[in-house]
């Protein structure tokens, strides 16, 4: 558009991942004008992606021999993205390089708990049972059930453990997958294109550089964006939803003058998961655990929908011995000579390679034939040659004021400040971790299955040599509060004293569980849309058409 391009809207979004699209879906065929600016494209490019450079002065720190972030395959090299700087600037945000993986927070989550201090929620988890339905539907996923409960719904029940639940307790994970691509992850890009109405825009390479307050600082008046190529324009609009994600919500409200920083909260009680690999068993012992930890598969559907079955601390333990919430999920590592790995490379090998990989696939008759009666009729994970299998675990992070972003004194092309990122681990998490790892091996004992080889740390009992790295989830640096003492924003995402600012996103999360954020993240951003629609037709005038002048 032309430089100088003055845009008008009823209600802009900034950044175009899951939870700037859910709202704007939620607003298809109404009579608000939508506006979703997003800094980058449809797909991924470098000259965006290099405006998520930070300046990182805290962890993860050199302490021992770095986890990565446990990606394989095609997306192994994310695994080397340094830390807080994994963000997708595109539509569709975190889902173009995402696997998936969903659950709901625990109750214990939301609640205040004396042991986690800082730690509640302004309303409990019942409270959003109706959005995390939704939010399942959007994502295309099975029913909001990881317990037991879940059990009655599979074609194959796992096998009554008799797990000490005093201790540990089984927990699944589900995945989000396209509904055109079964098998592949859901991306948003996708989504967005799927919706025909005339009230949402959406503007590509438009990255906001400023959000404008009048002169009292009580209310939005406009937005500044810009372009790489050097246009520039701004946007007027009544409302405006900041949805730019855990490290980029926090930089942009302190870098517009400190809004909503009145009470030097925005920015702090940063956390993410910190992930560890806690337990490995070779490939002689690897089959006896899959077993009961692995894909289990609804008994109704087409395509067939597979939770991942792992296990985490007991609420009564975290409670117990002041533990975070803290789980373990299973990851196998692939033998070179595995037949479903040649498959897939022989689909898409060309010439000569074909051959060789055609040859390794049928050289395990007995392991396919074995593998589509367990997924085809059991609903069961493919049996795989492994090399090992591995459990890996991601940690709640306390709330700590200390763990921050703030703005650096380097500056990015679009003359922002980076943002300067001091992520910090206590020792409540390196301890959490390390009692999951103790429990699962006594049970694990107790129950006559193979004993886990624990990590090289929790065997010493030396916690100084924990390694652990980012999962790419950044929260809480605009946290909810019942208060303006407590959080950035409201129970409503609204920002404390800022007529017309609302937060969507991990950023607003008082605490951020164990779980995977995106189902949350969608949760509260379709229980957003619903308080702003409300908003809307209480308005004592209907808003104006949207227009553009140049």
């Given at each position: 558009?032309?430089?100088?391009?003055?845009?008008?809207?009823?209600?802009?979004?900034?950044?175009?991942?899951?939870?700037?699209?859910?709202?704007?879906?939620?607003?298809?065929?109404?009579?608000?004008?939508?506006?979703?600016?997003?800094?980058?494209?449809?797909?991924?490019?470098?000259?965006?992606?290099?405006?998520?450079?930070?300046?990182?002065?805290?962890?993860?720190?050199?302490?021992?021999?770095?986890?990565?972030?446990?990606?394989?395959?095609?997306?192994?090299?994310?695994?080397?993205?340094?830390?807080?700087?994994?963000?997708?600037?595109?539509?569709?945000?975190?889902?173009?390089?995402?696997?998936?993986?969903?659950?709901?927070?625990?109750?214990?989550?939301?609640?205040?708990?004396?042991?986690?201090?800082?730690?509640?929620?302004?309303?409990?988890?019942?409270?959003?049972?109706?959005?995390?339905?939704?939010?399942?539907?959007?994502?295309?996923?099975?029913?909001?059930?990881?317990?037991?409960?879940?059990?009655?719904?599979?074609?194959?029940?796992?096998?009554?453990?008799?797990?000490?639940?005093?201790?540990?307790?089984?927990?699944?994970?589900?995945?989000?997958?396209?509904?055109?691509?079964?098998?592949?992850?859901?991306?948003?890009?996708?989504?967005?294109?799927?919706?025909?109405?005339?009230?949402?825009e959406v503007v590509t390479h438009a990255t906001v550089t400023r959000i404008n307050t009048d002169r009292?600082r009580r209310r939005v008046t406009s937005l500044n964006i810009r372009a790489l190529d050097g246009s520039?324009?701004?946007?007027?609009?009544?409302?405006?939803?900041?949805?730019?994600?855990?490290?980029?919500?926090?930089?942009?409200?302190?870098?517009?003058?400190?809004?909503?920083?009145?009470?030097?909260?925005?920015?702090?009680?940063?956390?993410?998961?910190?992930?560890?690999?806690?337990?490995?068993?070779?490939?002689?012992?690897?089959?006896?655990?899959?077993?009961?930890?692995?894909?289990?598969?609804?008994?109704?559907?087409?395509?067939?929908?597979?939770?991942?079955?792992?296990?985490?601390?007991?609420?009564?333990?975290?409670?117990?011995?002041?533990?975070?919430?803290?789980?373990?999920?299973?990851?196998?590592?692939?033998?070179?000579?595995?037949?479903?790995?040649?498959?897939?490379?022989?689909?898409?090998?060309?010439?000569?390679?074909?051959?060789?990989?055609?040859?390794?696939?049928?050289?395990?008759?007995?392991?396919?034939?074995?593998?589509?009666?367990?997924?085809?009729?059991?609903?069961?994970?493919?049996?795989?040659?492994?090399?090992?299998?591995?459990?890996?675990?991601?940690?709640?992070?306390?709330?700590?004021?200390?763990?921050?972003?703030?703005?650096?004194?380097?500056?990015?092309?679009?003359?922002?400040?980076?943002?300067?990122?001091?992520?910090?681990?206590?020792?409540?998490?390196?301890?959490?971790?390390?009692?999951?790892?103790?429990?699962?091996?006594?049970?694990?004992?107790?129950?006559?299955?193979?004993?886990?080889?624990?990590?090289?740390?929790?065997?010493?009992?030396?916690?100084?040599?924990?390694?652990?790295?980012?999962?790419?989830?950044?929260?809480?640096?605009?946290?909810?509060?019942?208060?303006?003492?407590?959080?950035?924003?409201?129970?409503?995402?609204?920002?404390?004293?800022?007529?017309?600012?609302?937060?969507?996103?991990?950023?607003?999360?008082?605490?951020?569980?164990?779980?995977?954020?995106?189902?949350?993240?969608?949760?509260?951003?379709?229980?957003?849309?619903?308080?702003?629609?409300?908003?809307?037709?209480?308005?004592?005038?209907?808003?104006?058409?949207?227009?553009?002048?140049?």
């Amino acid at each position: 558009m032309p430089a100088g391009t003055a845009l008008q809207a009823d209600l802009a979004i900034i950044g175009a991942g899951p939870a700037g699209l859910a709202i704007a879906r939620e607003f298809a065929g109404t009579r608000i004008h939508v506006l979703v600016l997003e800094s980058g494209g449809y797909d991924l490019e470098p000259q965006a992606q290099a405006l998520n450079a930070v300046e990182r002065i805290g962890e993860p720190l050199d302490r021992g021999a770095a986890p990565g972030r446990g990606y394989s395959d095609e997306l192994s090299w994310l695994n080397d993205v340094p830390a807080f700087e994994l963000r997708n600037r595109a539509i569709g945000g975190s889902t173009h390089t995402w696997v998936g993986k969903c659950a709901a927070f625990d109750e214990i989550d939301f609640a205040e708990r004396p042991w986690v201090p800082g730690s509640g929620w302004p309303f409990t988890r019942e409270t959003l049972s109706d959005a995390l339905d939704r939010a399942g539907t959007l994502l295309n996923l099975g029913p909001n059930l990881y317990d037991d409960r879940l059990h009655t719904l599979l074609r194959s029940r796992p096998a009554d453990l008799k797990l000490d639940r005093d201790r540990l307790r089984p927990f699944f994970w589900q995945f989000s997958h396209s509904r055109e691509r079964p098998g592949a992850p859901l991306r948003f890009a996708d989504e967005i294109r799927k919706i025909d109405a005339a009230n949402i825009e959406v503007v590509t390479h438009a990255t906001v550089t400023r959000i404008n307050t009048d002169r009292a600082r009580r209310r939005v008046t406009s937005l500044n964006i810009r372009a790489l190529d050097g246009s520039h324009a701004r946007v007027r609009a009544a409302r405006v939803v900041l949805c730019a994600g855990g490290i980029e919500n926090a930089r942009l409200l302190l870098a517009s003058g400190g809004i909503g920083n009145d009470r030097d909260l925005v920015g702090r009680y940063l956390a993410d998961h910190p992930r560890a690999v806690i337990a490995r068993f070779g490939p002689g012992e690897a089959a006896a655990v899959a077993r009961h930890f692995g894909f289990f598969g609804l008994a109704e559907g087409r395509p067939t929908r597979f939770y991942l079955r792992g296990m985490a601390l007991s609420p009564q333990l975290q409670e117990r011995e002041s533990l975070l919430n803290c789980a373990a999920y299973p990851v196998q590592e692939l033998a070179a000579s595995d037949p479903w790995l040649a498959l897939k490379r022989l689909r898409r090998s060309r010439g000569g390679k074909r051959l060789r990989h055609a040859f390794e696939a049928l050289s395990s008759p007995g392991l396919l034939a074995a593998g589509l009666h367990r997924r085809l009729v059991l609903k069961r994970g493919l049996p795989r040659k492994l090399e090992a299998l591995r459990f890996d675990t991601m940690v709640e992070q306390r709330p700590d004021r200390e763990s921050r972003v703030t703005l650096s004194s380097r500056r990015d092309v679009l003359d922002m400040p980076l943002a300067r990122v001091d992520w910090r681990i206590s020792a409540q998490e390196i301890r959490s971790v390390m009692r999951l790892g103790q429990s699962m091996s006594g049970e694990f004992q107790r129950l006559g299955l193979p004993e886990p080889r624990l990590a090289g740390w929790i065997l010493r009992d030396d916690p100084a040599g924990a390694a652990f790295s980012d999962m790419a989830h950044p929260a809480g640096t605009t946290r909810m509060g019942r208060d303006p003492t407590t959080g950035v924003v409201d129970g409503n995402a609204a920002v404390f004293g800022i007529e017309g600012l609302y937060v969507a996103g991990s950023s607003v999360f008082p605490t951020p569980g164990h779980a995977n954020p995106t189902l949350m993240i969608v949760a509260l951003a379709i229980r957003l849309a619903d308080h702003l629609k409300a908003r809307f037709m209480d308005a004592p005038r209907p808003p104006a058409r949207a227009e553009a002048v140049s």
